[in-house]
Structures are given as structure tokens and as C-alpha cells.
């Protein structure tokens, strides 16, 4: 055997092969040297086995990585016996493992190697698609590092989640990110093509994240457990298609790879340097077949033959009657130019959607579906690209991969071959399954899974996870600013296998997770009874006029009962009127004397909720909403006519005011008198306003402003309020 020497990449020791050869610790030989063994050995890191999950067949790769080139040694390709597949999803999980435990039967007998450690890809039936974008504050002094990098992904990817829940908040299935491509990095708002090594004070990246259903990924996930699998990585089917036929140095182009398999056509934009959409169409290699089947009455295995006979001259076929005909294969391909006409409108259409409704450069076509002759050029027809544009991808426009002698160089096997490569680049995501309070929770690894991925994805928010103060309230109270603080957060409970750990603690695979979620703290609250203590707010009658004695409080110009609370930035202003004299401070009117059933009362006298209380004149004023709450404005009324009527009116303009009869000159040019002429004579000191610098103004019981229209015989009260 001839030794071949790998200095980087990933091989394996000499000494695994074969107990003859000398090895040494520094030489290294391939995959592809080993000879199948009756003695199977186990699985390196450096053996890459991948399995293609489709709708007609489980397609088995292995390989190794060298110097940036997948290596690929065997492969196994074994057809479903039925149809436990339907557009890509797992209908029969049983049924489906049978067939990939066959395949990995057969591989391991190839190789000699045995395979407990599987990359796989999901199909886009029912894929969701979400473009995010987040910034992130650093620390200027430290160089970004690798793991930093991968870190916002993750939390980008989160955010993308989060966009995605809200949006379908009235679905009730879960999904799952199966990939994600970066669309560009910002450091200081600078784009770059890779942060990892520079200083900055702000980071910000931008991504498409691809999500399918629980049940999609859990169905995968059930197939490989069944047949003893361990899976180190998965990815999206059109990711892996990607990486295979359109590299990131190839992707400034705006090209379209559409991967055409028997259920569903999964579908890549690149563009500007990155991949920029994804779509998925359920329009696919079945279409052609349930044709051929109507056209031709064949069976389903049968159509299937025919549709893969494009390189023969003619073709022979045997229908359901049991009559063989022969035709030309040319003429037999035409016969489907309806179904490939509707396929290829399906396929450009969403092509043209997701491409920001235009059409690509290119387009590269893979799967089994891309075979059928004609599909390619009615395409190109579709999208108006020359039929050069539109090209169906193989071995011919592969790269970063050797197939060897493996047979897998067409474009049916871009697919699993691309797996196989995302798995070697580490590009995709290994989801661990881990037990979150006795229920199994599947998280996707990015090199370092933490709890509060778990919870992430287990569907727990931030605030239950982390847990939030309550917010603090901030008002002034008398000319006082005062801040009240909201009550701290009850942190969240966590064990991990039975000791407490930090939300940033590692989890692994088989780890066992106890959570009890954080309690945020209430928010700071107040209100008014609790400002104004044990006396509260009391209501009396003055001559029939309700008033607000006791404690009551202000907000801005309004009063408020006791029970409103308190908003930020509120400006509450607390009155005191517990006697008698407090009260005549805000009377819209003097008195002589103060009379309760008849018995005078002095200015010392505490006032009680309820009181009725009498003075001695003769007429009164209502006072205006600021000091009397549900007045009775049909009894001031009455007052305030009472009061002219015995006042007498001689016909001139004249008004009442603060309870004397004042008259006014007529204006010059005829016009009406306003509330502000009152001013010059109203018995009243402008100049010297009491500490609270409020002036109560009234005009017939009710608040009046300096523009107010005043009319003869109006009642109008102007007095400063020393509260």
C-alpha cells in the first residue's frame, strides 16, 4: 500500500489500517485506503458520513476533509419500498429508518467502518424565513474574538426567532432555526466581510434565518434515534445544495440554485457576497411522474424508469394492460411540455419573489428532478435567461470536492455530497436534546450551547429568564421631586443534573435541566389616599354649594379622588382644609357668620365629611371645579339671580363681583366687555400674590378665562387662593 502523507485536513493514523505497516505518530494516510474488515472499527472525528433523507431514496455518503476539499469515498443509495415520504416529510418513521439502517448497513460493510455519528438535512416543506439585523456593544481595548462572532449570530438568529413567534402567534407549531447565512457584518457601521481580530465600539450583524415546523425536524430526529444515530450536524437541504455549487467566492454573483427533488424544490438566492432567501416550492420530480402515469397508464415504478431514460435513443415501456409500446424517447419528452411548462412557472415565480421581483444572472439546477430533458431550457424561457444561464449542476461545477471514483458526480447526489461538506465545515447546526423539567427540549449547538439557549428555545422570554425590576416612579409632590423604586426581581431558579448553575452554564447532550422562572418585581405605585394619609377628603355644603375640605389632592389643575394613582412625572399639589377658617380661604365670597342647624359655629371649628353649613348672606357664588366637585350648578344659578333681583337693575351694564355690584363703562367702539376688565376692579393686590400664586376666577359659577365674553348682570368672583 502506498503511504500518502496528509500535513493538514483531517485523516487518520496508520497504525487503525493495518498491524503490518510501521506508523509513526506524525504520518497520516486517508479514508480511501481503508479496506473493508470483517472487525469493524469506530468512528473518527475525521470520518464524515452523511445521509440524504428523500422522498424516493436515503442516499449514504462518507468522506474526510483535505486541505478545504471533501474526499469522497463511498456511497449507498437505497429506494423507499413505498411511499413513507411525502413533498420531503416523514409520513412512516419506522418504514424510514428501515431503509436508512440498510444503507448504513451496507456503507459500514463497504468501509469497514462503524457509523454511529450522522449529518443530515431537512427539506423546506413548510419553510419560514425571517431577516434580521442587531447591534451589539464592545469593548474597544479587546480584539472581537471567533466565539464573539458566533455569539451575535446566535442572538440575531433569536432575534429572527422572536419576529417569527410574534408573526405567527395565533399558529400553534413551533419551529426550529435549521440555518442561517449572515448577510453582512458592521463594525462602527464599516461593513466588513469578517469582524473576528478588529477593535470597535459597535458591532452589527445582519442575517436570513431558515425555521421548519417542530414536527419536520422531530420526525428526522425520531429516524436517527432509531437506528442509533448521533447527530453531529444539520443543516437545510438548499444550504448544503449551496455550498457544493455556489461557494461564498462565487456568491457576489446573483445566482439561483434550485435543488428539484421528488417532493419539493427547494430553492438558494446568493447575492452581493452572501445567501439572501430561501424558498421552497411543492412542485417537483413527482409532478412529471403522476403525468407520465396518466398519459402513458403505467405504474408509479414504471413512469419513474421512463422519466430517467433521457439518454436513450428510444424507449420501451409495459402499461397496466400489460401491452409494451415503443417510442422515441424525443417524442416521448415532448408529450410532457405541459407539466414542465407548469413546473417551470412555479419555480420562476418564486424565484422572482424572493429575488426582489426580478430574475437572477443564473440558475444552477440539482436533484434527480433537474434530469428530465427539457426542464433546464424551458426554465431559462421562464426567467428570460439565455439557455446558457440556466444549468444543470454536476461534477462539472463542483467545487471544494473530489468524488473519486464514488459514482456520486451527478446532480442527484449535490444534495447528500453537500451535507456531507456542511458537516465538514462545521456550517451547520448539531442539535443536543436535553430534559428541561422532566420534558426533552432540542437546542441547536453553536459550539457552545448555554442554558439560556435552552430556554430560548424551550420558548421562556427574557424576562422569565433573567427577570426584571419593577420601574420606578418619579413625581412631584407640594414643589418636592420624589422617586419611589420598584421592587427587585425574584431571580430564576436553575439545576443542571442537581446543582445550581447560571444562566451561561454549558449544556450538553443528555444533560438534565431544573427551571423555575424568574418573578419580575412590581412596578412602584402610589396613590393619592396613600399621600394624604389617614385624613381623607370630605365634602360639605355652603348655602347649598358642595365643597372639598379634608385632605384632597391636585393633579395639575384637576382634582383627583382618593383612589387614582399616581403616573410618572405627575404634579400633584396636597390642600389641607380641616376648619372652618381654612375653608373661608377659598370661599368665593365673605361671611359674618356660619351657622350648622342653626347654631353659629366659630372659625375654629373642624369640619366633618357632610356638614351643612348656612352663612349669613344672602347670596352666594359657585366655585369653580378646582375646589367643588358635583356643585350644583343649577342651585347657583338660582343664587346668582337671586342676587341681582335683589339688587335691582337700573339697565346699566353692570356686574356682580366678589358679592358687590359693579358697573361698567360702555366701550368705544360698542363691542361686549371681557372677563379681563374685571381685573382693574376687583378689590384685589396684583402685586403681592400669596405663596401658592393662584387666582381663582369664576364668571356665573363656572371657571372663566381673561377672554371670556361678560354680559349684563353676570356673577363673577376674583380672588387669590393662599391654600
Same mark, same amino acid.
Given at each position: 500500500m502506498e503511504e500518502l502523507e496528509i500535513k493538514r485536513g483531517r485523516g487518520r493514523p496508520k497504525k487503525e489500517l493495518s498491524d503490518n505497516i510501521n506508523n509513526e505518530a506524525t504520518e497520516f494516510i486517508p479514508v480511501t485506503e481503508y479496506k473493508p474488515r470483517a472487525q469493524l472499527r469506530e468512528q473518527t472525528e475525521s470520518d464524515i458520513f452523511a445521509l440524504d433523507i428523500g422522498t424516493r431514496t436515503v442516499v449514504g455518503i462518507l468522506g474526510y476533509m483535505d486541505d478545504d476539499v471533501f474526499n469522497v469515498v463511498s456511497s449507498v443509495t437505497v429506494a423507499h419500498s413505498q411511499r413513507s415520504m411525502i413533498d420531503g416529510q416523514i409520513e412512516d418513521i419506522r418504514e424510514v429508518a428501515r431503509i436508512a439502517e440498510i444503507v448504513k448497513s451496507e456503507l459500514e460493510q463497504k468501509c469497514g467502518i462503524r457509523l454511529d455519528k450522522v449529518a443530515v438535512a431537512a427539506a423546506g416543506r413548510a419553510l419560514k424565513t425571517r431577516h434580521a439585523s442587531k447591534e451589539f456593544k464592545i469593548e474597544e481595548k479587546n480584539a472581537i474574538k471567533e466565539e464573539q462572532v458566533r455569539a451575535f449570530e446566535v442572538e440575531t438568529v433569536l432575534e429572527a426567532q422572536s419576529e417569527l413567534d410574534i408573526d405567527g402567534k395565533e399558529d400553534s407549531s413551533s419551529f426550529y432555526c435549521v440555518g442561517h447565512t449572515v448577510i453582512s457584518y458592521a463594525l462602527d457601521d464599516y461593513k466588513l466581510k469578517s469582524i473576528a481580530g478588529h477593535r470597535g465600539k459597535k458591532v452589527s450583524v445582519e442575517l436570513v434565518a431558515a425555521f421548519l415546523p417542530n414536527a419536520v425536524v422531530e420526525s428526522l430526529y425520531s429516524v436517527m434515534e432509531l437506528c442509533g444515530f448521533e447527530v453531529v450536524n444539520m443543516t437545510l437541504e438548499p444550504i448544503a445544495a449551496m455550498n457544493v455549487i455556489i461557494p461564498p467566492d462565487v456568491r457576489l454573483i446573483n445566482i439561483a440554485l434550485v435543488d428539484i427533488g421528488a417532493g419539493t424544490s427547494d430553492i438558494a438566492i446568493s447575492k452581493n457576497g452572501s445567501i439572501i432567501a430561501y424558498s421552497m416550492s411543492t412542485l417537483a420530480g413527482d409532478e412529471v411522474t403522476e403525468e407520465i402515469i396518466k398519459s402513458c397508464l403505467v405504474d408509479f415504478q414504471m413512469?419513474?424508469?421512463?422519466?430517467?431514460?433521457?439518454?436513450?435513443?428510444?424507449?420501451?415501456?409495459?402499461?397496466?394492460?400489460?401491452?409494451?409500446?415503443?417510442?422515441?424517447?424525443?417524442?416521448?419528452?415532448?408529450?410532457?411540455?405541459r407539466v414542465l411548462a407548469s413546473l417551470a412557472d412555479n419555480i420562476a415565480e418564486n424565484i422572482i419573489k424572493i429575488n426582489?421581483?426580478?430574475? /437572477?444572472?443564473?440558475?444552477?439546477? +440539482? !436533484? %434527480?428532478? #433537474?434530469?428530465?430533458?427539457?426542464?433546464?431550457?424551458?426554465?431559462?424561457?421562464?426567467?428570460?435567461? /439565455?439557455?446558457?444561464?440556466?444549468? +444543470? !449542476? %454536476?461534477? #462539472?461545477?463542483?467545487k471544494h470536492v473530489n468524488f473519486g471514483n464514488s459514482h456520486t458526480d451527478s446532480p442527484e447526489y449535490v444534495t447528500p455530497v453537500g451535507i456531507a461538506l456542511t458537516s465538514a465545515m462545521d456550517k451547520g447546526y448539531d442539535f443536543s436534546t436535553i430534559s428541561l423539567n422532566g420534558k426533552k427540549v432540542r437546542v441547536f449547538n453553536t459550539r457552545i450551547a448555554t442554558l439560556i439557549d435552552l430556554l430560548a428555545s424551550a420558548g421562556y422570554n427574557s424576562s422569565q429568564i433573567i427577570g426584571r425590576s419593577g420601574r420606578n416612579l418619579t413625581f412631584t409632590l407640594n414643589g418636592e421631586k420624589h422617586t419611589l423604586k420598584g421592587e427587585l426581581a425574584v431571580p430564576a431558579e436553575i439545576t443542571l443534573n442537581g446543582n445550581p448553575v447560571s444562566i451561561n452554564t454549558a449544556v450538553k447532550q443528555g444533560d438534565s435541566v431544573e427551571f423555575?422562572?424568574?418573578?419580575?418585581?412590581?412596578n412602584a405605585s402610589v396613590r393619592i389616599s396613600d399621600l394624604a394619609g389617614d385624613s381623607a377628603a370630605k365634602r360639605v355644603t355652603v348655602d347649598?354649594?358642595?365643597?372639598?375640605?379634608?385632605i384632597f389632592a391636585k393633579v395639575g389643575e384637576k382634582i383627583m379622588p382618593d383612589d387614582y394613582e399616581v403616573r410618572n412625572f405627575d404634579v400633584i399639589t396636597l390642600s389641607e382644609i380641616e376648619t372652618l377658617g381654612d375653608l373661608t380661604l377659598v370661599l368665593p365670597f365673605t361671611a359674618k357668620a356660619f351657622y350648622i342647624n342653626g347654631?353659629?359655629?366659630?372659625?375654629?371649628?373642624?369640619?366633618?365629611?357632610?356638614?351643612?353649613?348656612?352663612?349669613?348672606?344672602?347670596?352666594?357664588?359657585d366655585t369653580a371645579e378646582n375646589f367643588a366637585q358635583g356643585?350644583?350648578?343649577?342651585?347657583?344659578?338660582?343664587?346668582?339671580?337671586?342676587?341681582a333681583e335683589n339688587s335691582g337693575d337700573d339697565g346699566k351694564f353692570h356686574v356682580i363681583l366678589n358679592n358687590k355690584k359693579e358697573y361698567l363703562k360702555d366701550n368705544e367702539q360698542g363691542e361686549g366687555h371681557e372677563f379681563i376688565e374685571l381685573l382693574s376692579i376687583a378689590d384685589i393686590d396684583l402685586d403681592a400674590p400669596p405663596p401658592s400664586g393662584m387666582m381663582i376666577m369664576l364668571l356665573n359659577g363656572e371657571n372663566a378665562g381673561f377672554s371670556s365674553s361678560v354680559k349684563s348682570g353676570d356673577s363673577a368672583v376674583i380672588k387669590w387662593a393662599d391654600l
Open positions: 413512469a419513474e424508469s421512463m422519466k430517467q431514460s433521457g439518454k436513450k435513443e428510444y424507449l420501451e415501456y409495459t402499461d397496466i394492460f400489460g401491452q409494451t409500446h415503443l417510442m422515441k424517447t424525443e417524442d416521448f419528452f415532448k408529450t410532457l411540455s426582489g421581483e426580478e430574475a /437572477p444572472a443564473a440558475v444552477f439546477l +440539482v !436533484g %434527480g428532478g #433537474s434530469l428530465v430533458p427539457g426542464l433546464a431550457k424551458v426554465l431559462a424561457e421562464k426567467l428570460g435567461l /439565455p439557455e446558457s444561464r440556466v444549468v +444543470v !449542476g %454536476g461534477k #462539472s461545477v463542483a423555575t422562572p424568574a418573578v419580575s418585581g412590581e347649598g354649594v358642595t365643597y372639598n375640605a379634608g347654631e353659629p359655629i366659630g372659625l375654629d371649628y373642624c369640619i366633618k365629611d357632610g356638614d351643612c353649613i348656612v352663612t349669613d348672606n344672602a347670596a352666594v357664588t356643585s350644583d350648578a343649577e342651585a347657583s344659578q338660582e343664587k346668582t339671580a337671586e342676587h
